[in-house]
């Protein structure tokens, strides 16, 4: 038996808001033209949200509308229009919103556009998948992307539950990597402070529920474990695009490529590549009756094949058809997946996967 620990944000983290601000605007851009090349970055904090990166597109984009549209959605901008988490003014127009978005490099466009359909950077992604739940991915995982879309639900309709948060998820696990008890489920919530007691309750009682349907038992919660935690968001904290990707991928129980996914155009392999990724360890999981796969591809800018596919089953090296090369294209990849129709922004919020 082994320890082994997993850890998910909320939607309402200040990371993850600005995962969520570049996504929103990345699906406006192609939504007006499914061609626009998008490399967005987001900051936040004290009262600021600074935007910056490269577009290169034909669509005509509210940038500053859009931001101030995610901040309600994720209760930064609560039902009394209050910015209770970005401004000590509480005034939404207050707010400092810094448009610093530039055009992509031409040396960049030489060898992405649509004629070349080369690799938009270089770098490497990887794909996990295991026969642990129905979705292919760990237990541990499975629960606390649950728990936040859970949290994300109650923080709506109860004023005492405030947007910024996180939790993990410490389990005893047996030599082939399964989970049997949970031995530590942290919880960090930002609330009002009001009805400590019962709000740490609906908590509680909803890991539990959750675990009980994978037969485990909880061994020790620890909520809050500072004591408090009142103030949040962008007033407590800064917030950076691309700063959650293990949260983002496999919440460690797999490798974490180099790059980020949100603000990313699928012609930049970090994003379709890793979903690639994904979706081939799910195919050689299925096809040679694996409990676990992972696989790696790797790209060099502006080349459109892939440099080289790793696939490892059960510990063991897997050799890659031939023929996934041709099908790790971006083109292909864009194609296959559909990434020119999918709605961005959903993907930043629980985890991609």
Same mark, same amino acid.
């Given at each position: 038996?082994?320890?082994?620990?997993?850890?998910?944000?909320?939607?309402?983290?200040?990371?993850?808001?600005?995962?969520?601000?570049?996504?929103?605007?990345?699906?406006?851009?192609?939504?007006?033209?499914?061609?626009?090349?998008?490399?967005?970055?987001?900051?936040?904090?004290? $009262?600021?949200?600074?935007?910056?990166?490269?577009?290169?597109?034909?669509?005509?984009?509210?940038?500053?509308?859009?931001?101030?549209?995610?901040?309600?959605?994720?209760?930064?901008?609560?039902?009394?229009?209050?910015?209770?988490?970005?401004?000590?003014?509480?005034?939404?127009?207050?707010?400092?919103?810094?448009?610093?978005?530039?055009?992509?490099?031409?040396?960049?466009?030489?060898?992405?556009?649509?004629?070349?359909?080369?690799?938009?950077?270089?770098?490497?992604?990887?794909?996990?998948?295991?026969?642990?739940?129905?979705?292919?991915?760990?237990?541990?995982?499975?629960?606390?992307?649950?728990?936040?879309?859970?949290?994300?639900?109650?923080?709506?309709?109860?004023?005492?539950?405030?947007?910024?948060?996180?939790?993990?998820?410490?389990?005893?696990?047996?030599?082939?990597?399964?989970?049997?008890?949970?031995?530590?489920?942290?919880?960090?919530?930002?609330?009002?402070?009001?009805?400590?007691?019962?709000?740490?309750?609906?908590?509680?009682?909803?890991?539990?529920?959750?675990?009980?349907?994978?037969?485990?038992?909880?061994?020790?919660?620890?909520?809050?474990?500072?004591?408090?935690?009142?103030?949040?968001?962008?007033?407590?904290?800064?917030?950076?695009? $691309?700063?959650?990707?293990?949260?983002?991928?496999?919440?460690?129980?797999?490798?974490?490529?180099?790059?980020?996914?949100?603000?990313?155009?699928?012609?930049?392999?970090?994003?379709?590549?890793?979903?690639?990724?994904?979706?081939?360890?799910?195919?050689?999981?299925?096809?040679?009756?694996?409990?676990?796969?992972?696989?790696?591809?790797?790209?060099?800018?502006?080349?459109?094949?892939?440099?080289?596919?790793?696939?490892?089953?059960?510990?063991?090296?897997?050799?890659?058809?031939?023929?996934?090369?041709?099908?790790?294209?971006?083109?292909?990849?864009?194609?296959?997946?559909?990434?020119?129709?999918?709605?961005?922004?959903?993907?930043?919020?629980?985890?991609?996967?």
């Amino acid at each position: 038996m082994k320890l082994y620990t997993n850890e998910t944000v909320f939607r309402g983290h200040p990371d993850k808001v600005c995962d969520q601000i570049s996504d929103a605007l990345l699906d406006a851009f192609l939504q007006g033209d499914k061609h626009s090349r998008c490399g967005i970055e987001v900051m936040g904090g004290k $009262g600021k949200i600074f935007i910056t990166g490269e577009v290169t597109s034909n669509s005509e984009v509210n940038v500053e509308e859009i931001v101030m549209r995610v901040l309600k959605d994720v209760g930064y901008i609560d039902q009394n229009n209050r910015a209770i988490n970005v401004i000590e003014s509480g005034d939404p127009k207050d707010i400092e919103i810094i448009n610093n978005l530039g055009k992509q490099s031409h040396d960049i466009a030489l060898g992405t556009n649509d004629e070349v359909g080369g690799a938009g950077d270089q770098g490497m992604m990887f794909g996990f998948a295991c026969n642990d739940t129905p979705e292919y991915k760990p237990v541990a995982m499975h629960l606390l992307q649950e728990f936040s879309k859970f949290y994300d639900e109650l923080r709506q309709k109860d004023q005492r539950f405030l947007p910024d948060g996180k939790a993990q998820i410490t389990g005893i696990y047996d030599r082939k990597m399964h989970l049997k008890k949970i031995k530590d489920w942290t919880i960090s919530y930002q609330n009002t402070e009001e009805d400590r007691t019962e709000t740490d309750q609906i908590l509680i009682d909803k890991a539990k529920e959750l675990a009980a349907q994978f037969g485990l038992k909880i061994e020790k919660f620890w909520v809050n474990p500072t004591g408090k935690f009142l103030i949040g968001g962008f007033q407590g904290d800064a917030g950076l695009t $691309g700063r959650k990707i293990v949260v983002d991928s496999y919440q460690s129980f797999a490798p974490v490529g180099g790059g980020a996914f949100s603000g990313k155009d699928p012609s930049k392999v970090d994003r379709s590549g890793a979903y690639k990724a994904r979706e081939i360890a799910i195919r050689y999981l299925k096809e040679h009756q694996l409990s676990r796969c992972e696989v790696q591809l790797s790209y060099a800018i502006g080349i459109a094949e892939p440099l080289a596919i790793y696939i490892l089953g059960d510990g063991k090296s897997l050799e890659p058809e031939k023929s996934l090369y041709a099908e790790c294209t971006p083109k292909q990849m864009i194609k296959d997946l559909g990434l020119l129709n999918k709605h961005f922004e959903d993907t930043a919020k629980f985890g991609h996967f």
